[in-house]
């Protein structure tokens, strides 16, 4: 066989590649040519595009599917640099590589609203790269200069000779070029894609219920488990009586793994029933009289110890001491559960020489990393499947669902799939922390804030999982809108108190920003009252250094008729914050059933400055999301302890926002030259503050902890006639 | 042996008559759309139809729905308003509670063919999407009804 002919045969199945190499000073793109090379030099690129014989682009996603649209978002970027045809673009999920870590952060996760950020740049160059070279490839075959040839929606054109080739029939020749240096990147005004609506491409999929999720995945001889964890924190297995248990049909083996006993079966019932017949004796917990009550003394405690200066401008405790008038708060946000709709799960097969992970994950590197501990194997020959993620907010990052299925997995020899119950969800999670704020504040005569002191204790999430960032102590997702607190006040101080519980706490959508704009926001209202200012002109003066934070106040104002009163009965409240380099604000209309203390929101108003656009509908669809969920976790979540454990156990007790609880919700986009800003999360922060004051302009009380309950709203009605 | 009929097809299962639908279909028929997600009968997730009606299948016992006919969404046709306007309206973010959501929507629209807006929301707040897709799949029902009435 010649060369030539197993070339052929070798790009017919591969196509035209352009790859990827993650370096620790950034990224590399390599053509198809330098990949060989590349490797050889000990870098493990991975192709990232590959255009087919057909005509096919098939673009691979390092990125997790949560709801974000990230498989429709960053093909986006790649094709539209390529100029490929969308109806072209089919995307690939990425196993777990080096070559599809993200470039800043070095390991393979999504998170942080960064998806787009991160991954702008390479995905445009590497779109770049091919075009160019397919452009090269085209005059080559023609035998005319590049400069006469166009690409143009997945061919190249030769106007003066009238001729199109299809990308496809370019494989070959675009194959054996070498990669241009610098490839000349589109104009903005050249976007066929960026800055529009297009359809997500995993819609059909998650209509028709062929969306494969995490919890769907079926391999042969597949065994299932359901796991008996711990009756109380930090206790541990004592002894396991499943004489019973074991005699039940279907059920294969019991095995203690680090995070309690599994249960493996040929069903999922039979294995819960197996669970159900055991009696394990579990030692005692860390803290068995923890309760709602325990912990609010805790928060309490802490907040008189002292803490560490986060942030420190001019001499705020003189400039208290001097004031005109003082204000003095307290805020206390309870703890959260993520809960996602598909509870956790995960798949595992363990062989002596290989393993496999089917998982919902936001963290392929961290899935990496816990089987290489688990089994002993090299990461080659461990292969993470990341399959769809039922939700994830931040609690799909975490490893301990991974751990157990790897561990039982290895245990009994065949591929597990252990799946979580709803109780079990909500009881086992890295919960978002609760957290007690102590705001203080002094105004001049002129009612112009002189002085802003804020002290929070809350629990570290960080000092648990990325330990190296916690500076001086500092937990930045604790004080993360306060550090930053963009309000022009002369005197400002920042104070962060760590408190350790047994309550395991995590990210939860927004992180810090998710409970530090609730106070901020809140107090700022408090503060505007106090000057006798209106609540946007107030917020306005003190953001004159942050036009973008008042551009999307304005606008979200004027679009909700801000200064027009509103409807008899109706309220309105407005917040904005920063999260995740987006600005958004928000206004709230709300009314209140006076007899039963039931707040209804009836309309949100959102503007958000999240720079330049990719997907404008992701963009209103995201907004929409967190509103939803920022709306649910103020009116209605928090998570109830005692007993030393959680004592919430479903939607029953922890109902999420309904659709007669929805809002009219309108999303207005502000487009401006400022740098990217993420998109998954800075929808949740303004909206339970709007609502806070919202329920402050039409009843004058001020709520100073969430959520905010018809019997906690009624109370505080009641008290305050 | 518990003989279903799933989407007009017959399976001889053998197993216990107390083992909630919701299982059955999934593991061990493999139509995986139908979701879990509560167990409770408290989200919907995991709606499918009983002889037109919709129930939740996790508060369903196999035993119980034996010889009746069920749809899941896997039985919901191509081309079903429902399906195209959920494209349509972009609906679905995560996706996991979709399938339900639509089992829900398709049993209102068989019953009402131009719901009231109270209507939809009366029919659909049994089922929880922690994406907040609220919005959108009140919308999407709205012109599926509007392209049902064509």
Redo the contacts between chains.
Sequence with gaps: MSSSITRRTFLKAAGFTIAIAITPSGYTILSAKELEEAKNKGFSPSVWLRIMPDNTVVITVNKSEMGQGVYTSLPMIIADELEAGWKQVKFEVAPAADGYKDPVWGAQATGGSSSIRHMYEPLRKAGAAAREMLVTAAAGVWNVPAADCEASQGTVKHSAGKRTITYGELVEPASALDLPKNPSLKKESQFRLIGTAVPRLDLLEKTDGTAKFGIDVLVPDLLYATVARPNAFGAKVEAVHDAMAQKIKGVRKIVQIDGGVAFCADTIEAAWQAKKSTHIVWGKGTDPDLSNESLAKSFEEHLSKDGIIARKEGDVQNALASAAVKLDSRYYLPYLAHATMEPMNCTAHVQTDRCDIWVPTQNQTGTLMTAKKITGLNPEQIHVHTAYLGGGFGRRFEQDFVEEAVQTAKAVGRPVKVIWTREEDFQYDYYRPGNLSRIQAALDDKGNPTAWSHKIVCPSIFARVFPDTMKKGIDNAAVEGLSNLEYDVPNVSVEYVRIDTPVPVGFWRSVGSSHNAFTVETFIDELAHQAKKDPLRFRLDLLKKHPRAQRVLELAAEKAGWGKPPEKGIGRGIAYHLSFDSYVAQVAEVSVDRTSGAIKVHRIVCAVDCGPLINTDTIKAQMMGGIVMGLSSALKESISFGRGKVLTENFDHYDLLRMSETPEIEVHIVKSDAKFGGIGEPGVPPAAPAVANALFNLTGVRLRSLPMKPETVLKALKASV | MISLKVNGRKHDID??PD??LV?VI???L???????????G??G?CTVHIEGKAVRSCQTSVGDAAGKDIT???G?P?GHPL?KM??KE??????????GQ?MQAAELLSGDKNPSDEA???A???????????????SAIRLAAKEGGK
């Design positions: 197993l216990s083992v909630p299982w999934r593991e061990h493999k139509l995986t759309g139908t979701k879990y997600a509560c167990g409770k408290l989200c997730s899941t969404i896997e919901i191509e399906k959920w494209v972009q609906v679905a973010q995560c996706g996991y509670c979709q399938p639509i939809i929301v009366r659909m707040d049994g089922n929880l999407c922690r994406c907040g897709t609220y919005p959108r799949i009140k």
